[in-house]
């Protein structure tokens, strides 16, 4: 178990550009989470997957911001044409539905000049 | 609705002192209730939860907390502070549809 790992850690780009992040579950988690967490702020939840369903949506998770999970392991998080209020620390978290906690990423750190 | 208040953006102790975190929620149903730590440039690591049972939780680190339905709080403590403590401390409370909120985080600075 190598714990839930994000690709890639850093990623600058400039404003307008598309940008695609990449998260890995525990295997066998069937949940899994994206939060955003802008400075001095907590996460925010941005969507979860159960397996390959999408099953919620926060509202900060504009037209521009797309989540998948195709085979239901590793899911990605699409934004385009970032904006540099986009620039955030994006978390990936997983868990088995009826856990207890949710298991941490080490987070993509978004920054847009 | 459940919702997470951390009281004190910033904390500061002396090395050796009582760490004191605050954090109060409000939940509809009985909360599932997490402190979480994170390292600068770093994901979330539980330090506890509490789900049922004995109020008083006891997690990593020397770290404890103790709920209190009437008081809806369950604030985080640690008898004496390390340097290696200095981080950001998130509450969280978890919805029964298995989603977490978290509070804006109380970032903790240890002064030898």
């Known amino acids: 178990d190598t714990g839930v790992s994000q690709d890639p850690r850093h990623k600058i780009t400039k404003r307008g550009q598309n940008v695609t992040f990449r998260c890995d579950p525990i295997s066998e988690h069937n949940r899994l989470y994206w939060y955003r967490q802008t400075l001095g702020q907590g996460p925010e939840f941005l969507t979860y997957f159960q397996n390959e369903a999408q099953l919620e949506k926060s509202r900060l998770l504009s037209d521009r911001f797309s989540a998948e999970r195709p085979k239901g392991s590793f899911s990605t998080l699409e934004i385009q044409r970032t904006e540099q209020g986009d620039s955030a620390m994006y978390l990936c978290?997983?868990?088995?539905?009826?856990?207890?906690?949710?298991?941490f990423g080490q987070g993509t750190r978004l920054t847009v000049v | 609705a459940q919702s997470v208040t951390q009281l004190g953006s910033h904390v500061s102790v002396s090395e050796g002192a009582l760490v004191l975190l605050r954090c109060n929620y409000s939940?509809?149903?009985?909360?599932?209730l997490f402190w979480y730590v994170q390292y600068p440039n770093q994901g979330l690591q539980l330090l506890l939860k509490y789900t049922t049972g004995a109020t008083l939780v006891k997690g990593i680190n020397g770290f404890e907390a103790e709920f209190k339905k009437s008081e809806t709080s369950f604030h985080l403590t640690k008898p004496s502070a390390h340097m290696s403590d200095a981080a950001e401390y998130f509450c969280?409370?978890?919805?029964?549809?298995?989603?977490?909120?978290f509070g804006t985080g109380t970032s903790l600075t240890v002064i030898p």
């Open positions: 969280a409370v978890r919805t029964p549809g298995n989603q977490f909120y």
């Open positions: 978290a997983s868990n088995v539905w009826g856990d207890t906690e949710a298991f």
């Open positions: 939940s509809s149903v009985p909360p599932y």
